[in-house]
């Protein structure tokens, strides 16, 4: 895939607000300082599309880019950002969920995993609850270029073996690199195939 054309539409505070255009949507989701906003411009070679910043836990609302008029990217607020008050940490969480669980146009979630770092409880409680209430979702793991190649796979093998003791079928993941575009084409293709598959053979 190619993406010649992204453009911020609208940031959502409630998923009532969101478009209602019935264009499939791709969102992005990750614990706070993951490399989200990185991540999202590297993926439409767009730098100031998404709005990256050294403070954790910026995104707080539902954000929609539409990519070459087709569909969605989604960017959604990060979990586990503890430095949020309690009653801002609870309606984000509950926003998220709505999302997730409620919009019927997404059609998959990217989950973003630092690939430096072993499985964290709070990465863990959210891909098991993903998978009890039968959300489809891939897991990215970012920052590669922090490790070299050897590494992260070893990591990323890891980290997915560490699954295993609760999931029979495991979800598929990639590895990326925003710093030196590790992944994009991958990324990208892997939406296109679903793109097409979901034309041929409906949603």
Same mark, same amino acid.
């Given at each position: 895939m190619e993406i010649k054309k992204s453009? $911020?539409?609208?940031?959502? /505070?409630?998923?009532? =607000?969101?478009?209602?255009?019935?264009?499939?949507?791709?969102?992005?989701?990750g614990r706070s300082n993951v490399g989200k906003s990185s991540l999202i411009?590297? @993926?439409? *070679?767009? =730098? +100031? @599309? *998404?709005k990256t910043s050294? =403070? /954790? +836990?910026?995104t707080l609302l539902i954000n929609h880019f539409i990519i070459n008029n087709e569909w969605y990217l989604v960017d959604l607020p990060g979990y586990g950002y503890a430095k949020q008050s309690k009653a801002?940490?609870?309606k984000l969480q509950q926003m998220i969920s709505q999302y997730i669980l409620q919009r019927e146009q997404l059609i998959n979630l990217f989950?973003?995993?630092? %690939?430096?770092? /072993?499985?964290?409880? %709070?990465?863990?409680?959210?891909?098991?609850? @993903? +998978? *009890?209430?039968?959300?489809? $979702?891939? %897991?990215? $793991?970012?920052?590669?270029? =922090?490790l070299g190649p050897v590494a992260a796979q070893k990591n990323a093998s890891a980290w997915m073996k560490?699954?295993?003791? *609760?999931?029979?079928? @495991?979800?598929?993941?990639? %590895?990326?690199?925003?710093e030196k575009k590790i992944g994009r084409d991958d990324v990208l293709n892997y939406i296109d195939q679903i793109n097409e598959s979901l034309d041929t053979n409906g949603k």
């Open positions: 453009e $911020f539409v609208v940031s959502s /505070p409630t998923v009532s =607000k969101c478009p209602t255009d019935n264009k499939y949507e791709y969102a992005f989701i411009n590297m @993926l439409c *070679a767009h =730098k +100031g @599309l *998404a050294s =403070k /954790p +836990g910026k801002v940490q609870k989950v973003l995993i630092d %690939i430096r770092h /072993p499985q964290q409880k %709070i990465d863990r409680e959210f891909i098991d609850w @993903l +998978g *009890a209430s039968q959300v489809p $979702f891939t %897991i990215i $793991f970012t920052k590669a270029d =922090k560490a699954l295993q003791d *609760a999931w029979e079928e @495991l979800p598929p993941y990639f %590895i990326t690199s925003a």
